[in-house]
């Protein structure tokens, strides 16, 4: 494996654990800590997240890292020869089509629902509870799929050393 490869590696798996960490935290913890309030409580919190989070930082290593993962998957198939390639591939698939695709077809979606919602309002408590319950099932399907991607290129590196 090159030098850049194995740069490009790390920067994937250390993207991806800390992308699955963030979600972990969510769905481990602070969704529930949102879920104890009122309705209105956790929307208005929700929706402040929601806002938040679009910030250079997150989306460097959110995106960065989907980034990073579909030229790994083209040097893998192109070097499909090489042991450590099923593991980068893998590692690939899993952090674009089980974090980010999930995140853009279904938990985006779902914030955006949020945020066409008062947190006041009496519609506001219906669309939380489904928001809460489908949100975090896919949030928690992210998280998995990020720290799968993070041991997966961990094993590359390791047969590829």
């Known amino acids: 494996m090159s030098i850049t490869t194995t740069v490009a590696v790390i920067a994937a798996m250390v993207g991806s654990a800390l992308i699955g960490g963030i979600f972990f935290a969510f769905s481990n913890f602070i969704m529930k800590a949102l879920a104890r309030g009122s309705s209105t409580e956790g929307v208005a919190a929700m929706q402040s997240i929601n806002v938040t989070v679009l910030n250079r930082w997150f989306l460097a290593a959110f995106s960065g890292t989907a980034l990073i993962c579909l030229v790994l998957a083209g040097v893998a198939i192109a070097n499909w020869t090489l042991a450590a390639s099923p593991y980068l591939l893998g590692g690939a698939v899993a952090y674009v089509a089980g974090t980010w695709l999930v995140t853009v077809v279904g938990n985006v979606p779902l914030n955006n629902e949020l945020a066409g919602v008062e947190p006041g309002q009496p519609q506001a408590a219906e669309v939380w509870e489904r928001y809460l319950d489908r949100w975090t099932r896919l949030n928690t399907k992210r998280a998995g799929s990020a ?7 961990s094993i590359g590196l390791v047969i590829a050393a």
């Open 147 to 153: 720290v799968c991607a993070a041991v997966l290129f």
